[in-house]
C-alpha cells in the first residue's frame, strides 16, 4: 500500500512571502517606489533646463516640472517629468545609480620599452664638415670634442649617464660646438675665448643627486655654447644605477 503523499496536480505550491513584505499590485513597477536622493533630483532638474534652453519646454512648463522634480520623492515621480525629452535617457533609475565603490579601476595601458642605448667613442672629431650626437646613448666620464672649420652637436637629454659626473672637453677652431643639457641636471664650467665665445649657463639642481656636466676648453675664432634645454628633463637617473 503506498502511504506517500498525494502530489498536487498543479505543481508545487509557491513559497510564502515574508511577514510584512510589500504586495505588489497587478501592475506594479516596485523599483518607481525607491526613494530618490538629492543628486537624482538633480539630474532630472539639469535635463528640464537644457530642454528649457533648446526651446523643447515652454517658461511655465519648466517651472512646473523643475518644482515637481525637487518635491519628488520616488524614481516614479521623477520619470514622467523627462519621459517626452529627446534627451531622456531611458528609465531615471537607471541612469542615475552610481558605479560600485568595489568596482576595479581599469588597468594602466603598458608603457613601450625604451630601445637600449648606443655606445659611442669617447671623442668627437669633425674637420671642414659637422658632427653630432643625439637620442638615447650611453655617455661615461669623459667627453672630448674637437672642431676645425666645423660644427660640433652634443645633446643629453635623452641620454644615459653612467657617471654621477661628466666633463666635456672642448676645443674648436674657426668651429661652433653647441651642448644642451637636460633641465633638471646640473651644468658648470667655463673656457677661454680667442676672438670667440665661449659661453655656459651654468645652474644647480634642486636633487642633491642629479648628475653635473662640466664644460670646458677653448673656442679660436670660433663659439661654444652649453645651454639647459627646458622641458626635457633626465629619465634614468645616476643614483638608480649607482644604488641598483
Known sequence: MDNSPEQDPRGPLPAPLPKNAPVQAPGTDLAAELRASDADRERVADLLRDAYAEGRLTADEHGERIEAAYNARTFGELEPLTRDLPSHPGAIRHNLTKAPLEAPAPAPAPQPALPPARAESPTMVAVFGGASRKGRWRVGSHLKAVAVFGGIEIDLTDAVFESPEVVIEVITVFGGVEVRVPENVSLHGGGAGVFGGFEV????????????????????????????????????????????
Open 201 to 244: 649657463r651654468e645652474q644647480t639642481s634642486a636633487d642633491p643627486y642629479a648628475p653635473v656636466v662640466r664644460v670646458k676648453g677653448a673656442a679660436v675664432f670660433g663659439g661654444v655654447e652649453a645651454k639647459p634645454r627646458r622641458g626635457k628633463k633626465i629619465k634614468e637617473w645616476v643614483r638608480r644605477q649607482l644604488d641598483g
